[in-house]
């Protein structure tokens, strides 16, 4: 019922900036909170960002505060994270979440690789 398509990946220097799109189509009256979350290679996947459906209350992890933001167009449907100042630590597949009623919501993901 509820899809997310990511976009925004790809290979970045060290310091430099993506932002990434998660498009959501389907019943999305019930979504309380969309989040971003990564996983690189070896490791678990972890929070990054998240915000609110109502107010727009945002969250991060400590390791991206202050770096990235997360933001959302409900014209678009669509939610961003805006990355700036990459670290290679930042290298990863991010996923979008969408938190509905009953389930988790998730895209297939997209890859960030931040490399000199």
């Known amino acids: 019922q509820v899809q997310l398509v990511e976009s925004g990946g790809g290979l970045v220097q060290p310091g430099g900036s993506l932002r990434l799109s998660c498009a959501a189509s389907?019943?999305?009256?019930?979504?309380?909170?969309t989040g971003w979350y990564r996983q690189a290679p070896g490791k678990q996947r972890e929070f990054v960002a998240s915000i609110s459906a109502g107010s727009s209350s945002t969250t991060y992890a400590d390791s991206v505060k202050g770096r990235f933001t997360i933001s959302r167009d409900d014209a678009k449907n669509t939610a961003y994270l805006q990355m700036n100042s990459l670290k290679p630590e930042d290298t990863a597949v991010y996923y979008c979440?969408?938190?509905?009623?009953?389930?988790?919501?998730w895209g297939q993901g997209t890859q960030v690789t931040v490399s000199s």
């Open positions: 389907g019943s999305l009256f019930t979504i309380s909170a």
């Open positions: 979440n969408l938190h509905g009623r009953y389930y988790d919501h």
